[in-house]
């Protein structure tokens, strides 16, 4: 409780308690602006793997960072759903593809990069050349180790859509890249 | 945990590493470097940029009731699904809906040819798997013959070849009765040359096949490439590109070419004692070949312009390319520039056409064999990456690989019609 004033009837007796302003010792609620630096810095983990999925390492920064700007510009509503980093990745999605449409500037590795890891060399411009969502699904699951119900969840579709995605998409990647063992099925 | 999971591992963290992470207080802040439209100005570009929509559609409407323009007919029409055709060289039908989403495309004898099932589709991909014949006319489906792990289909002369993808087969049925005619294997000992492939698994992973009636060509996913004399059904000779090169086939009588992606154009040929591989530069670039046809007698093909990064690493551009080449030596004679990514060319008995198979499809024109012009037809509903264009009568026939809706577009009119095989 915070400060408190006694109201008190005729024959100065205690009335009733009335409360008239926060206790300096009470913890002041979260200001908007902390309350969404907490929500970057909680989403911005999950949300940067999986737009690194769906538009590759060069565009996620700037489709994350259109929508985190969007998000704080409308954060009265945002905060106060369920899923909101499912939200935030719907938004950079839709904004960005836009984006990318219109640009149509995305870059796509076709050679080793000098920092690439020992993969097979074909392996990055195959990931560009799956589907957005199969490659997002094939990058969250096997790349980042998500399960498939997490990555339905950030994508605001059922996890049979992403059994399918994932599944069809390890079908082309190995297509592409001439791999030819076989996907355990779980 | 497969070796292509443990690659992804690596790969997803490399990429993930890669990238800078969002200041939330340069968002607070409203830092323009966060958004390309800095907060405070969005009221005003709001209002000015529908101001201007407005105008621009005031004014379309004037002049459509004016009758001074009129409105390109550009539309999708409703879902249409395949009829099952009840004439099936097969005897069940049933068979057909446990080969899975469509795989490759080809025209060719009247109709178009369908694989399906195969290239690793889990649990059963390496036995399953079948082509469909579709009426073109009647969207008449048949189950034509079960292949498995079926990939890139081609027919010619009588004939439907389709190759399986890990079992290292062509195979050879009749387009009339659907019966098999041949069956060629493709082994590390099928070819007669010294500098033919050696595969350490065993597997040749076919992936493409392009066929006329005095050749067969074959491609695999590791950059082998295979002729095949379609009279004796014997592997004549066996090359070697690049693994991965391979990207589309084309071929005219005796002679063939490749597109080979980064490498350029493979010309292919009896007269070759291995392919002649001529990279191709538009404006100075190299440049990524995606797509090859003939069309009036001349060789087109299309792909992505590439740049140096500044770093040695090869990217794409936002721009990509269409052009005529040399049938007999490669060398690329007129080219013109668009924007699609990974273009694909289709020829129909109206024109030839160029489309990415997700946004636009344009027709490709040359006055006079010296100038190519690429002009923009009509907008593609967005689908996912297409897996294979093809003409057919006066229609592309688009499918993706992803699911079983496979997109018609009368290039004419701008209708796109999706089909569903069921």
């Given amino acids: 409780m915070g400060l408190v004033a006694i109201e008190c009837d005729g024959n100065r007796q205690p009335k009733a308690l009335l409360d008239i302003g926060p206790n300096q010792d009470d913890p002041v609620p979260p200001s908007d602006a902390e309350r969404f630096t907490a929500f970057v810095f909680d989403a911005q983990p999950r949300l940067l793997r999986a737009l690194v999925g769906y538009f590759g390492a060069d565009d996620a920064h700037d489709a994350m960072a259109d929508a985190f700007a969007y998000t704080w510009e409308h954060w009265m509503r945002v905060s106060t759903m369920d899923n909101p980093t499912g939200y935030v990745y719907r938004v950079a999605v839709s904004r960005g593809r836009r984006r990318w449409r219109k640009n149509m500037n995305g870059l796509l590795s076709v050679a080793p990069d000098a920092g690439m890891p020992d993969v097979e060399p074909a392996l990055p411009s195959a990931m560009r050349r799956l589907s957005p969502r199969q490659r997002t699904a094939v990058f969250l699951v096997h790349g980042c180790q998500w399960s498939q119900e997490e990555v339905a969840d950030l994508m605001g579709i059922s996890a049979s859509s992403v059994r399918n995605h994932l599944r069809r998409g390890m079908a082309h990647l190995r297509n592409m890249i001439g791999d030819t063992e076989e996907e355990k099925v779980t | ?422």
């Fill in chain 2, 1 to 422: 945990m497969t070796d292509l999971e443990q690659q992804l591992r690596l790969y997803a963290d490399w990429e993930v590493n890669r990238v800078e992470p969002v200041s939330a207080d340069l968002i607070l802040a409203g830092d323009p470097k966060t958004r390309n439209s800095p907060l405070a100005h969005r009221p005003l570009i709001l209002t000015a940029s529908t101001l201007f929509v407005a105008t621009i559609i005031g004014v379309v409407l004037v002049l459509v009731l004016d009758g001074t323009v009129g409105i390109p007919s550009v539309r999708v029409s409703s879902l249409v699904v395949a009829k099952v055709s009840r004439t099936l060289p097969l005897a069940k039908m049933s068979s057909v809906s446990t080969w899975g989403p469509p795989v490759s495309l080809s025209a060719g004898e009247g109709s178009l040819w369908i694989t399906q099932g195969g290239q690793g589709e889990p649990p059963a991909s390496t036995t399953s798997g079948g082509i469909l014949r579709l009426d073109p006319q009647t969207l008449s489906l048949s189950a034509w013959a079960a292949v498995a792990a079926p990939a890139g289909t081609a027919a010619a002369n009588g004939s439907v070849w389709v190759v399986g993808f890990t079992n290292n087969m062509v195979s050879r049925f009749d387009t009339k009765t659907g019966a098999l005619l041949a069956t060629v294997t493709l082994a590390p000992t099928s070819g007669p040359s010294p500098s033919g492939p050696s595969f350490s698994d065993g597997k040749f992973l076919a992936n493409n096949v392009a066929a006329s009636a005095n050749a067969v060509w074959v491609t695999s996913g590791r950059g082998y490439v295979v002729e095949i004399d379609p009279s004796t059904n014997s592997v004549v000779e066996e090359y070697q590109l690049s693994p991965g090169s391979p990207q589309q086939l084309a071929v005219s009588g005796n002679a063939g070419w490749l597109a080979a992606g980064e490498q350029g154009v493979a010309l292919l040929g009896p007269t070759l004692p291995v392919p002649d591989v001529v990279p191709v530069v538009v404006d100075g670039r190299p440049t990524f070949v995606s797509a090859v046809t003939v069309y009036q007698g001349r060789v087109w093909i299309a792909g992505s312009i590439l740049q140096s990064d500044g770093r040695g690493r090869l990217t794409y551009t936002n721009r990509s390319f269409v052009g005529v080449i040399d049938s007999s030596t490669g060398t690329i004679r007129e080219s013109a520039t668009t924007n699609l990514r990974f273009p694909k060319l289709a020829v129909t008995s109206d024109g030839l056409w160029v489309t990415d198979g997700q946004h636009v499809i344009s027709s490709v024109s040359s006055e006079s064999n010296r100038r190519i012009n690429i002009s923009p037809i009509a907008m593609l509903s967005e689908a996912h990456a297409a897996s294979a264009v093809v003409g057919s009568g006066t229609y592309v026939w688009i499918i993706d690989g992803a699911d079983d809706v496979m997109q018609r577009v009368d290039p004419r009119n701008g209708v796109v019609t999706p089909i569903r095989i069921p």
